[in-house]
């Protein structure tokens, strides 16, 4: 307004009964400002006066990571055009969750805009968007009556997604419940807080309506308990050194349901992170501190050692069967294969489990080294293998990975073999009932089933008869690769 001044807002406020943390100021990406406009003088005072400044159309608009940067909004709201089918999209997952990361740590609310179907409200909540609004929830409205506290639909639909509750229970044994200190209070109360609470060194804080909004560390003011100047500063009303507001460091939240997975690269995203903020629907839960997220790590890590498989050192049937759950609640598309190796008792028969031994480890460094590192690749047992991926954009790419790899390996297996037997193609060895006959050299077979997006929650629990079945389909074809899909 050309004839801002201060005073105006609060009044207003102030007549019409409304307290300032109900308010919300948002600025539209899709309105470019100018250098010479006065904005960010106007953000910058609102601020002061603890309003909420919200960033609108994030990432359509003109000015980006800089209005992002230059104003410290409280809320960033994420444009419709990055969440429309963001359940099939990876690319659009990929950017969201890179956005998404980088707000949180600097202590910044995020809120999806337009969401309109159960997928996509899914998909942003495994991304770890703090908040969503769209048709789903409810359709703009001008009349507050029809704005409820609680959408059953919504509930339901997360109750229905939940993922089991291990990792709610693991976070539940590391979590500190510290009693946080308040936005607005005075340095003075600080002090006293501290005293009372001498084991303490961070403290979340949070706002009016407990929601986090940083943290503050004890060191912070030691400077200033030390001298007589340094006190009368906390305790002066009209110093900036007395308010709490200004000494507060972000810090990224996470809801308590949220995975282990994302709380760990939450914290890994930040090397210097105390910790992690967790949240209960939006509230302030508890702490996680970094010595927890380490030792959650390290929990992690022996439970992936343990279910390793000893000869590959590549994850077994405990870690697939959890990577298959997860798909099941994702709803994303991916690839998943089953490989088996064609004619390996036989092989094993005739050059010894030495030799098996050296070929099943053979296979596994062909997986390793030629499947991407997003790939999950694991060892069933004996000479089955498993990979799955999300399929970004088409699944082309993961189908052209599976080919090269069954390619690979039975060229690079004929070098286990004699000189005669590669001349002749085979080799001569009982088969099941103990008689002799000829079996080709070493293969693999590829059983690949195609997940796209909405389908039924029950087919995680279908995934290994399929795959199995398909397995003697993929041995019959000249390519040794068998194709289905569910859609």
Same mark, same amino acid.
């Given at each position: 307004?050309?004839?801002?001044?201060?005073?105006?807002?609060?009044?207003?406020?102030?007549?019409?009964?409304?307290?300032?943390?109900?308010?919300?100021? $948002? &600025?539209?990406?899709?309105?470019?400002?100018?250098?010479?406009?006065?904005?960010?003088k106007?953000?910058?005072?609102?601020?002061?006066?603890?309003?909420?400044?919200?960033?609108?159309?994030?990432?359509?608009?003109?000015?980006?990571?800089?209005?992002?940067?230059?104003?410290?909004?409280?809320?960033?709201?994420?444009?419709?055009?990055?969440?429309?089918?963001?359940?099939?999209?990876?690319?659009?997952?990929?950017?969201?969750?890179?956005?998404?990361?980088?707000?949180?740590?600097?202590?910044?609310?995020?809120?999806?805009?337009?969401?309109?179907?159960? !997928?996509?409200?899914?998909?942003?909540?495994?991304?770890?968007?703090?908040?969503?609004?769209?048709?789903? &929830?409810?359709?703009?409205?001008?009349d507050?009556?029809? @704005?409820?506290?609680?959408?059953?639909?919504?509930?339901?639909? /997360?109750?229905?997604?939940?993922?089991?509750?291990?990792?709610?229970?693991?976070?539940?044994?590391? @979590?500190?419940?510290?009693?946080?200190?308040?936005?607005?209070?005075?340095?003075?109360?600080?002090? $006293?807080?501290?005293?009372?609470?001498?084991?303490?060194? @961070?403290?979340?804080?949070?706002?009016?309506?407990?929601?986090?909004?940083?943290?503050?560390?004890e060191?912070?003011?030691?400077?200033?308990?030390?001298s007589?100047?340094?006190?009368?500063? /906390?305790?002066?009303?009209?110093? $900036?050194?007395?308010?709490?507001? =200004?000494?507060?460091?972000?810090?990224?939240?996470?809801?308590?349901?949220?995975?282990?997975?994302?709380? &760990? $690269?939450?914290?890994?995203?930040?090397?210097?992170?105390?910790?992690?903020?967790?949240?209960?629907?939006?509230?302030y839960?508890?702490?996680?501190?970094a010595?927890?997220?380490?030792?959650?790590?390290?929990?992690?890590?022996?439970?992936?050692?343990?279910?390793?498989?000893?000869?590959?050192?590549?994850?077994? =049937?405990?870690?697939?069967?959890?990577?298959?759950?997860?798909?099941?609640?994702?709803?994303?598309?991916?690839?998943?294969?089953?490989?088996?190796?064609?004619?390996?008792?036989?092989?094993?028969?005739?050059?010894?489990?030495?030799?098996?031994?050296?070929?099943?480890?053979?296979?596994?460094? *062909?997986?390793?080294?030629n499947?991407?590192?997003?790939?999950?690749?694991?060892?069933?047992?004996?000479?089955?293998?498993?990979?799955?991926?999300?399929?970004?954009?088409?699944?082309?790419?993961c189908?052209? =990975?599976?080919?090269?790899?069954?390619?690979?390996?039975?060229?690079?297996?004929?070098?286990?073999?004699?000189?005669?037997?590669?001349?002749?193609?085979?080799?001569?060895?009982k088969?099941?009932?103990?008689?002799?006959?000829?079996?080709?050299?070493?293969t693999?077979? !590829?059983?690949?089933?195609?997940?796209?997006?909405?389908?039924?929650?029950?087919?995680?629990?279908?995934?290994?008869d @399929?795959?199995?079945?398909?397995?003697?389909?993929?041995?019959?074809?000249?390519?040794?690769? !068998?194709i289905?899909?569910? *859609?």
């Amino acid at each position: 307004m050309p004839d801002f001044s201060v005073g105006n807002t609060n009044a207003i406020l102030k007549r019409l009964g409304i307290k300032k943390e109900h308010i919300c100021f $948002e &600025i539209s990406e899709r309105h470019e400002i100018s250098e010479s406009t006065s904005i960010e003088k106007v953000i910058a005072h609102y601020k002061e006066e603890n309003f909420c400044i919200a960033i609108d159309d994030f990432g359509v608009g003109y000015s980006g990571y800089k209005l992002l940067f230059d104003s410290t909004p409280d809320i960033i709201k994420i444009d419709r055009y990055f969440l429309q089918d963001i359940n099939t999209n990876m690319k659009k997952q990929l950017m969201l969750r890179s956005i998404t990361n980088l707000a949180i740590q600097l202590g910044i609310q995020v809120i999806a805009e337009g969401v309109e179907t159960k !997928a996509e409200l899914l998909t942003c909540k495994d991304i770890g968007c703090h908040l969503v609004q769209g048709y789903l &929830i409810q359709y703009p409205t001008q009349d507050t009556d029809e @704005i409820i506290e609680v959408y059953q639909n919504i509930i339901d639909i /997360l109750d229905s997604s939940k993922r089991n509750t291990q990792n709610k229970s693991t976070l539940e044994k590391f @979590i500190e419940k510290i009693k946080p200190l308040y936005k607005h209070q005075q340095m003075n109360a600080v002090v $006293e807080y501290f005293k009372k609470n001498q084991t303490t060194q @961070i403290t979340p804080v949070i706002n009016q309506l407990n929601e986090p909004v940083g943290i503050f560390y004890e060191n912070q003011i030691k400077e200033y308990l030390y001298s007589p100047y340094g006190i009368s500063l /906390l305790h002066n009303d009209t110093s $900036e050194k007395s308010k709490l507001k =200004n000494f507060i460091i972000p810090c990224a939240n996470s809801d308590i349901n949220s995975s282990l997975e994302t709380i &760990i $690269e939450l914290f890994s995203n930040n090397p210097e992170s105390a910790g992690i903020i967790i949240t209960k629907d939006s509230t302030y839960y508890g702490f996680l501190s970094a010595r927890a997220i380490i030792s959650i790590m390290n929990e992690e890590n022996l439970i992936i050692a343990r279910d390793q498989n000893p000869l590959t050192k590549l994850p077994g =049937n405990r870690m697939i069967q959890k990577y298959i759950s997860d798909v099941g609640m994702s709803n994303n598309p991916h690839m998943l294969c089953y490989f088996d190796l064609d004619n390996f008792k036989a092989f094993n028969d005739v050059y010894g489990f030495r030799n098996g031994d050296r070929v099943i480890q053979l296979f596994a460094d *062909i997986m390793r080294k030629n499947l991407p590192s997003d790939f999950f690749k694991a060892h069933i047992g004996g000479d089955d293998f498993f990979a799955a991926n999300k399929i970004y954009e088409n699944s082309q790419t993961c189908l052209q =990975n599976i080919k090269e790899v069954v390619a690979i390996f039975c060229e690079s297996v004929r070098e286990f073999y004699s000189q005669k037997d590669k001349e002749n193609d085979y080799i001569l060895a009982k088969d099941r009932d103990g008689v002799q006959k000829k079996f080709p050299l070493l293969t693999v077979s !590829a059983s690949i089933l195609i997940l796209e997006h909405e389908y039924s929650r029950d087919v995680p629990n279908k995934i290994g008869d @399929i795959l199995a079945m398909q397995k003697k389909v993929a041995k019959a074809e000249p390519q040794h690769i !068998a194709i289905s899909s569910i *859609i």
